[in-house]
């Protein structure tokens, strides 16, 4: 079976709903949305990715050096990067506080668990695995870790 059918209608909901968020703001509010555009973007890539046709790998404590959770680092990392790109193209200034950086990792890493549940509820050839949700709150951590680094000053 596949799941083409399935993105299509999750990604039709998102769209429609965030169209009937988007038409209920203008000017300024918009543009606060704008700002997190690219995360919202990447967050679609990884809903693509997260419902695609899957392998299922043995769950064991040496899968965490596979390249399955390598990928899921970095493309949390790279979520996690990208919404605080969006907090400061909102806020308009150079600065983020400590409570930032920690939403940005709470967002990508319950919207990681959230995508384990999706896979475990709604698609039969996708798995629930502990080791994957492990992987992306490390990204997550990452990425605040690189954005820092190579973008921003954090108080």
Do not use: C
């Amino acid at each position: 079976m596949s799941n083409t059918p399935k993105i299509i209608l999750l990604a039709s909901i998102w769209i429609q709903l965030l169209t009937k968020h988007l038409h209920k703001v203008e000017g300024a509010i918009s543009s606060k949305i704008m700002a997190y555009l690219p995360a919202i973007l990447w967050a679609l890539v990884i809903l693509y990715l997260s419902t695609g046709p899957g392998v299922n790998l043995p769950s064991s404590w040496g899968d965490i050096f596979q390249l399955d959770k390598l990928a899921h680092l970095v493309v949390y990392g790279i979520l996690t990067a990208l919404f605080l790109w969006g907090k400061l193209k909102k806020e308009g200034s150079n600065n983020l506080v400590q409570s930032d950086w920690l939403i940005a990792i709470l967002v990508s890493s319950f919207y990681g668990i959230g995508m384990e549940i999706l896979q475990y509820a709604f698609f039969p050839n996708r798995y629930f695995e502990y080791l994957d949700i492990f992987a992306n709150i490390i990204g997550s951590f990452l990425g605040v870790l690189i954005f820092k680094h190579y973008f921003q000053k954090i108080k």
